[in-house]
C-alpha cells in the first residue's frame, strides 16, 4: 500500500511559478511508474507528466514549462510549474503504478494509487 500527499498548491499569477511536491509513505516507491494529472472544474482528469522507467513524459500544453522531477531517496516527486496559465487551473493530483515502465503512462486508470489531490489557481 502507498500513501500519496500532494502539497504547494495555491494562487499564483500568470507568469509565476509553483512547485508541487507529492511525498510517498508505505513502501519506496523507486521502481513505480509515478504521474501528475489534473482535472479542472467541469473537465475531466487529464495527464500531466509521467515519470516512467528511465523517461519522462508531458502533455502537449505543458512541455517547456512543467518539469517533473523525483527524489527516490525521499520518496518524493516534484512537478515544477513556471510560466504559469489561466488555463493551468485545476486540482492537481499524484499518482503512482506499481511498475517500472509503463508505455500507458498517460491513462488515469492505470494508476493504482492516488493523492487527495491539490488545488492550482492561476490569474490573468
Known amino acids: 500500500q502507498v500513501q500519496l500527499v500532494e502539497s504547494g498548491g495555491g494562487l499564483a499569477q500568470a507568469g509565476g511559478s509553483l512547485r508541487l511536491s507529492c511525498a510517498a509513505s508505505?513502501?519506496?516507491?523507486?521502481?513505480?511508474?509515478m504521474g501528475w494529472f489534473r482535472q479542472a472544474p467541469g473537465k475531466e482528469r487529464e495527464f500531466v507528466a509521467a515519470w516512467t522507467g528511465s523517461s519522462t513524459y508531458y502533455t502537449e500544453s505543458v512541455k517547456g514549462r512543467f518539469t517533473i522531477s523525483r527524489d527516490n531517496a525521499k520518496n518524493t516527486l516534484y512537478l515544477e510549474m513556471n510560466s504559469l496559465k489561466p488555463e493551468d487551473t485545476a486540482v492537481y493530483y499524484c499518482?503512482?503504478?506499481?511498475?517500472?515502465?509503463?508505455?500507458?503512462?498517460?491513462?488515469?486508470?492505470?494508476?493504482?494509487?492516488w493523492g487527495q489531490g491539490i488545488q492550482v489557481t492561476v490569474s490573468s
Open positions: 499518482a503512482a503504478r506499481n511498475i517500472y515502465y509503463s508505455d500507458s503512462y498517460y491513462r488515469p486508470n492505470e494508476y493504482r494509487y
Open positions: 508505505g513502501r519506496s516507491f523507486s521502481g513505480y511508474t
